[in-house]
């Protein structure tokens, strides 16, 4: 079996280029199995998710905060004026990307509350 390690674009349409030519072997007509591993990185505007940080957890960008502790403290009642109070590294912006993370990944924060309410 051959096997090809490179780097990969993919852009917001979802389609992929490889950064390096293809060889041979990796042709039409062939088939192929493709397993994209992405890196440790930003997976939206000021957030990152890090393997054995926080348990992979989406966090605010270079903190250990992670966004679904955010998201429980503001449905516990507490303002973003309070939020930024007890976190004093966090900015406004910080608290802006966790919301829109935690809109736009609701299933993954929920589960992530579920989860640690339950340890």
């Given at each position: 079996?051959?096997?090809?390690?490179?780097?990969?674009?993919?852009?917001?349409?979802?389609?992929?280029?490889?950064?390096?030519?293809m060889?041979?072997?990796?042709?039409?007509?062939?088939?192929?199995?493709?397993?994209?591993?992405?890196?440790?990185?930003?997976?939206?505007?000021?957030?990152?998710?890090?393997?054995?940080?926080?348990?992979?957890?989406?966090?605010i960008?270079?903190?250990?905060?992670?966004?679904?502790?955010l998201?429980?403290?503001?449905?516990?009642?507490?303002?973003?004026?309070?939020?930024?109070?007890?976190?004093?590294?966090?900015?406004?912006?910080?608290l802006?990307?966790?919301w829109?993370?935690?809109?736009?990944?609701?299933?993954?924060?929920?589960?992530?509350?579920?989860?640690?309410?339950?340890?």
């Amino acid at each position: 079996m051959n096997t090809l390690e490179t780097d990969i674009e993919i852009s917001t349409d979802g389609s992929m280029k490889l950064l390096a030519p293809m060889p041979a072997w990796l042709r039409p007509g062939r088939s192929h199995v493709l397993l994209v591993m992405a890196d440790d990185s930003e997976v939206g505007p000021g957030i990152e998710k890090t393997a054995n940080v926080c348990g992979g957890d989406a966090c605010i960008a270079s903190t250990r905060v992670p966004v679904w502790s955010l998201e429980q403290a503001r449905r516990l009642g507490f303002t973003d004026a309070e939020l930024l109070d007890n976190y004093p590294s966090l900015t406004g912006s910080d608290l802006t990307a966790a919301w829109a993370y935690v809109t736009s990944h609701k299933v993954e924060v929920e589960q992530a509350i579920r989860d640690n309410e339950e340890a």
